[in-house]
Structures are given as structure tokens and as C-alpha cells.
Nanobody, 118 residues
Framework: QVQLEESGGGWVQPGGSLSLSCRAS????????VGWYRQAVLGPQRALVA????????EYADSAKGRFAISRDNAENTVNLQMNGLKPEDTGVYYC???????????WGKGTLVTVSS
């Protein structure tokens, strides 16, 4: 079982930056894919923001491209999401997700709240 702990959420004005961090209880290098998902307040479901594989393959939501950057830090055992140029629509709870491919298993953190407003 993998335990995930998110940190770095908070309040920021539009145009500002935040850096989120997800720390795993297993070595990040052993996890096939780690992703960040956002659930808007009162939103129906979580949507992918960005993900990174164990071979550093990345995927971004269209809304995140050019503004956000996801990276793995094997030494710190974290996956980080640098968010720049934040907009009010980026507001929501950000969840870290770990997907192990063998055997297949999916794990979620408890989330961290990001609020973008003036």
C-alpha cells in the first residue's frame, strides 16, 4: 500500500505561483505513474492536471500546458507541481495519485486546497 501526503496549497492572487509537493511512502522510482488531479469546489469529479511516469513521460491538461510543470525528485521521494500564472479557475482541491502497474493499484492522497482569488 502507498501512502501519499500533499503539501503546498494555499491562497494566491491571480497571476501568482504555487508549488505543490506529493511525498510517497514508497520510493517514487518504483511507482509507474504519479499524477495531480483537481476537484473544483462542488465539482463532480477529479480531473487530471498533470502526470509523470517512472520514465519521466509527462502529460498535461490543456488548461495546464505552458503554465504548470510536473517533476519527480527521487532523492526527496516527491513529485512536485510548479504552478505559474494561476487563474481563478485553477481553484480547487489538488489530489496526488499513484498508479502501480503490477499488480495494478491506485492510491490517493487526502488533498490540498488551492485558492486563486483577488
Amino acid at each position: 500500500q502507498v501512502q501519499l501526503e500533499e503539501s503546498g496549497g494555499g491562497w494566491v492572487q491571480p497571476g501568482g505561483s504555487l508549488s505543490l509537493s506529493c511525498r510517497a511512502s514508497l520510493p517514487i522510482s518504483t511507482i509507474y505513474q504519479v499524477g495531480w488531479y483537481r476537484q473544483a469546489v462542488l465539482g463532480p469529479q477529479r480531473a487530471l492536471v498533470a502526470s509523470v511516469t517512472d520514465r519521466d513521460g509527462t502529460e498535461y491538461a490543456d488548461s495546464a500546458k505552458g503554465r504548470f510543470a510536473i517533476s519527480r525528485d527521487n532523492a526527496e521521494n516527491t513529485v512536485n507541481l510548479q504552478m505559474n500564472g494561476l487563474k481563478p479557475e485553477d481553484t480547487g482541491v489538488y489530489y496526488c495519485n499513484a498508479f502501480l502497474d503490477y499488480p495494478p493499484a491506485n492510491y490517493w492522497g487526502k488533498g490540498t486546497l488551492v485558492t486563486v482569488s483577488s
